[in-house]
């Protein structure tokens, strides 16, 4: 079984947001990227799976900066086999469509069996990616897969909705997107470490994946024109006086003030 | 591309969704900005009754596609149908709300489209020469991004569920036409077979206009019966923060926050949760937050509207029974 995993190099979540002077660039000094934590989730599915099966290979692939290489060895650490990354820091404000296609060009030439990727990318959280390169790809997608079955080239999914978990089930070759609960993603041993250090990354240019250098640039079709930081918030109205007063005056000015319940 | 806009009426069991009717209104704004019509797509058996509920909010045609297989989800085939409509009604901007579903299948209609998308927003605007340009939250909550699309047509958008007021335009029941699924169901190569649903149906945090949150202060899984008290006189549903989910105490499926859920309702009871940034993420836009927390220098104060400093275990009873006095 070969499975490919999309891995995307992100802030951690604790990161100051501080916007540079173009108003809509975050200030990279000082923040630390890391692998999205959903991606830890297809990682460790895939690596699951290969054992399971017994045979098999797992690819990892990011579209991405020369920084994210660090992603990559990591998810080589944790077991995978191969990584390749078209390196352009432009795609990390690319179109969710040209990011699809990137990852779309590998997929194409290897013909995995499954794809897995992070049901979002944490920070960004846009969520196109598992949906678009199915329709890239001409495959079935799931977003969101909370547990996985596989038998005999068709999967059984899990997918929490609103009040209800929905049961999807469908054919592989597919492209599944991973949600917390999925597993748990296990950690890169000092082995693996090692290890990981002697394979090679293959490095592509954003051409070699055919994607035109206007689609990274002035040919955009989604702009973001800014990064707006909210006003803080005043801080809360702490109530004052006996319990049973805070709660009296709680209620009245969540019925009559904020017209809330 | 035109000036017309198509929304996605989800459904579900026969009926529409909230999300849909809050997209709809959205697209009605919009379409008497672009100087278009609002034209819906609702799929499955049925689909065509909910014409005079729709002309209601403001949708000038219903598209309908009543094959009972529609009437599960079938991520290939609605996302088809979609694409196939956008062109048909030479829509300029589609909208779909961000449910789960939503979620699923709207990029996937764009990629169909070849056109830009825009997710989960929280405000939308249309200008009169086609550009749609959006809010939405990234970086858990920490920022808001204006992101636009200026050309590339049709513009597509996934709406926040519970952020957009639904209207009513008075407007007679609308216009219904069928189409075809643009995918026939042998193609099909993914589908839902069925919903497993908790024995006792509980509402859902994402789906819910008020929410009560336990997180760690309240010590232990049988003390969700204290939130759940709470919940009740108000119609809520339960939230919790992730130290409770991971302890067990609760189902992952009421987690709100970064690997949670993202919810923006009118009212929002934090109880015994610290306010950690991950936590806000998937909260910090409702309405009106209240905290109840014994440590006055709790975060979750930072951002909260009202704040009781105390122990939960003697406040949240006596505001259950506060509710619970207002309603009889
Ligand atoms: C400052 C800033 C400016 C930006 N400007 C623009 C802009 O002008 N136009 C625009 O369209 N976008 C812009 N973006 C958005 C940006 O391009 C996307 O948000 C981001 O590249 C990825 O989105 P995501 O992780 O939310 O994708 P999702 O679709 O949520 O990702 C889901 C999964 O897909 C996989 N995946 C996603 N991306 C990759 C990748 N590159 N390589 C490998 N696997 C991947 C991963 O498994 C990931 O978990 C900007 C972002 C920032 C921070
Ligand atoms: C990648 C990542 C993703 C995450 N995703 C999420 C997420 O989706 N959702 C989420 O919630 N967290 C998430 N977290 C975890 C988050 O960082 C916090 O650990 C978590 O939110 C803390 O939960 P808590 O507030 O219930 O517990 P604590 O932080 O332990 O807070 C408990 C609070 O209860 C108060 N308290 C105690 N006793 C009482 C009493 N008797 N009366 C009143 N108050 C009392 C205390 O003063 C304290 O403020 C994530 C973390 C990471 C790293």
């Known amino acids: 079984m070969k499975i490919l995993v999309g891995l995307k190099h992100v802030p951690d979540t604790e990161t100051k947001v501080k916007v540079a002077d173009d108003g809509v660039s975050l200030v990279e000094a000082g923040i630390k990227f890391v692998m999205s934590p959903y991606d830890e989730y297809a990682v460790e599915e895939a690596l699951k799976l290969k054992e399971a099966a017994g045979e098999g290979e797992v690819l990892l692939v990011c579209a991405g900066p020369e920084s994210a290489t660090a992603t990559l060895r990591q998810g080589l650490a944790m077991g995978a086999d191969r990584a390749v990354l078209i390196q352009d820091p432009r795609f990390d404000r690319a179109d969710g469509l040209v990011r699809a296609s990137a990852l779309a060009s590998v997929a194409t030439q290897e013909s995995p069996d499954l794809v897995l990727l992070g ?13 678009m390169l199915g329709e890239l790809l001409d495959l079935p997608h799931v977003s969101a897969v909370g547990t996985l079955e ?24 597919a492209i599944l997107g991973c949600e917390k609960g999925l597993n748990e993603p296990r950690y890169a041993s000092l082995k693996g470490i090692m290890q990981a250090k002697k394979k090679t990354i293959d490095v592509r240019s954003a051409a070699d994946a055919g994607i035109e250098d206007g689609a990274l640039g002035e040919g955009k079709m989604v702009v973001w024109e800014k990064l707006d930081l909210p006003a803080p918030r005043s801080g809360a109205r702490i109530l004052e006086g006996e319990i049973d007063d805070q709660v ?3 209620v009245r000015c969540l019925r009559e ?5 | 591309m035109g000036a017309n806009v198509l929304v996605f009426a989800e459904r579900r069991e026969g009926s529409l ?15 008497d900005i672009l100087g278009g019509s609002v034209v819906v797509l609702a799929l499955g058996s049925g689909a065509a009754a909910h014409a ?3 002309g209601k909010h403001g949708a000038d045609r ?20 979609l694409a196939a409509a956008a062109g048909d009604v030479d829509a300029g901007l589609v909208l779909v709300p961000a449910t789960s579903m939503g979620k699923d299948m709207a990029p996937r209609v764009a990629a169909a489209l070849k056109t830009g998308m825009l997710s989960d927003v929280t405000d939308l605007e249309a200008s009169a020469d086609g550009t749609l340009r959006c809010t939405r939250p990234v970086f858990s909550g920490k920022a808001n991004a204006i992101v636009a699309i200026p050309a590339a047509r049709p513009a597509v958008a996934s709406l926040r569920p519970n952020v957009f007021p639904v209207k009513e335009t008075g407007g007679g029941a609308a216009e219904t036409g069928s189409v075809e699924p643009a995918l026939a169901e042998d193609k099909v190569r993914v589908r839902a077979v069925r919903l497993e649903k908790p024995a006792e149906a509980e509402l859902d945090v994402a789906e819910a206009s008020v929410i009560v949150s336990g997180g760690r202060g309240i010590k232990g899984a049988e003390n969700f019966k204290l939130i759940r008290e709470l919940a009740e006189p108000l119609g809520a549903a339960v939230g919790a923060s992730r130290a409770v989910v991971d302890a067990g105490w609760i189902a992952h499926s009421h987690q709100v926050g970064q690997t949670g859920k993202v919810v923006s309702p009118n009212l929002y009871i934090a109880c015994g949760i610290s306010g950690a940034i991950q936590h806000l993420a998937g909260m910090s836009s409702s309405k009106v937050i209240v905290a109840i927390n014994k440590d006055p220098e709790a975060p979750i104060f930072k951002i909260a509207d009202y704040g009781i400093v105390g122990d939960l275990f003697e406040v949240v009873p006596k505001l259950a029974e506060a509710v619970r006095n207002l309603n009889s």
């Open chain 1, 119 to 131: 049901k979002q990318g944490v920070g960004t959280d846009e969520s196109q990616t598992v949906p």
């Open chain 2, 52 to 54: 005079e509920e729709l």
């Open chain 2, 17 to 31: 969704k909230r999300p849909a009717l809050e997209a709809l209104s959205a697209a009605r704004s919009a379409a």
């Open chain 1, 248 to 250: 009296v005056e709680l």
């Open chain 1, 257 to 261: 003030e904020e017209k809330v319940i």
């Open chain 2, 62 to 81: 219903l598209l309908t596609a009543e094959a009972p297989w529609l009437d599960m989800y079938v991520p290939e085939a609605y996302a088809a149908t």
């Open chain 1, 150 to 173: 596989i038998v005999d080239g068709r999967f059984t999914a899990h997918r929490e909705i609103e009040g209800a978990v929905e049961v999807m089930e469908g054919s592989l070759p």
